[in-house]
């Protein structure tokens, strides 16, 4: 049996795939474990391995000073904590959201007496406990309360703080799962314009993964630039040259029947840029067009 002696003892609120998959490492690490779930039998399951099941999620809040809820989204933490006593409670909130969310869920939280840290998860359930598979919880608000659980939020996944700022882990998150989109769009492209050729795709998959991996430390340049504000500093590959390979992608996938429209919008933005002068920039100056209005 796990040593449970001197373990923060933590009330969960929502077992879908990603609270089942937290409750469990809590359970096996020792830390006493009282959680609700709107749909009795999912915290059922739960209890038998160990939990203490509470019948409500008012009672739950109630059992414990540290509160983690990980419900489908803001609306559902909103309904789920309404009618729950949180005065000196440390609500941890691990339900995705939006930065905005995010702040006003903690100012929501402050108002009723609780301190707040917002959570993004960047791992998917199967990842939940094996430190090895690399996922971790970005935090942001309260930097006590961050400092204060470290341990405890620390066993289902890494840790990493990144400010006061409460909406900064929602931001950070949507921040990587946009790159990542990104980075899907295009494997999607290329695995387009094999699609109908005598390739396999798995001959392609790690020629892709690969390159991917390889150009990808990229980004560090593109942030010293922003930084610095010098788009041309360590230029590899001018906009302008790039610019001008564009019509070779264009033409290669309407030679191999490929719709261009998850690359051509990355393309105008290119162009755009060439014709404000950024032609010896990077790709840099793609960002600015994108931020709108003032800075
Ligand atoms: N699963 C994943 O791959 C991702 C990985 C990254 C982080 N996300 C976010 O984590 C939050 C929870 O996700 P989940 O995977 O646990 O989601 P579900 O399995 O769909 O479970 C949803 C839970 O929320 C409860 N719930 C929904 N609406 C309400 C409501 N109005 N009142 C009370 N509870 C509600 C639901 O209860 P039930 O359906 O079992 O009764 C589940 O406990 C989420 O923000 C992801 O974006 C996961």
């Not at 096996?28 to 409500?56: C, F, K, Q």
């Not at 000073?65 to 789920?80: K, N, Q």
Request: charged share 20%; proline share 5%.
């Amino acid at each position: 049996a796990p040593n449970t002696v001197d373990k923060t003892p933590v009330t969960l609120l929502g077992l879908g795939a990603m609270g089942t998959a937290l409750a469990r490492t809590w359970i096996a690490a020792g830390h006493p474990l009282t959680v609700w779930n709107r749909t009795p039998a999912r915290a059922a399951a739960i209890s038998d391995e160990g939990a203490g099941l509470a019948d409500s999620a008012a009672a739950a809040v109630a059992a414990n000073t540290l509160v983690v809820v990980c419900l489908l989204d803001d609306d559902s933490v909103g309904e789920v904590l309404a009618g729950t006593d949180l005065t000196g409670k440390d609500l941890v909130n691990l339900t995705t959201g939006t930065p905005a969310e995010a702040r006003s869920r903690a100012e929501w939280a402050r108002e009723r007496g609780a301190r707040y840290l917002d959570g993004g998860i960047m791992a998917v359930p199967p990842m939940i406990g094996l430190p090895e598979a690399g996922g971790y919880v970005f935090y942001s608000g309260s930097r006590e309360l961050f400092e204060r659980h470290r341990e405890t939020l620390g066993v289902p996944a890494g840790t990493t703080y990144v400010g006061r700022d409460a909406g900064f882990a929602a931001l950070h998150d949507v921040a990587l799962l946009s790159a990542m989109y990104g980075m899907f769009a295009g494997a999607a492209h290329a695995f387009a314009l094999i699609r109908k050729e005598d390739i396999d795709p798995a001959s392609l998959a790690p020629l892709l993964a690969d390159w991917l991996v390889t150009m990808a430390p990229a980004v560090h340049q593109t942030a010293d630039q922003l930084r610095g504000g010098d788009y041309t500093k360590g230029v590899v590959s001018s906009l302008a040259m790039q610019v001008a390979g564009t019509p070779t992608f264009l033409s290669t996938a309407e030679q191999q029947g490929v719709s261009p429209e998850l690359l051509s919008p990355y393309f105008e933005l290119m162009r755009r840029r060439l014709a404000q002068g950024g032609g010896e920039e990077d790709l840099t100056g793609v960002i600015d067009l994108l931020v709108r209005g003032p800075d």
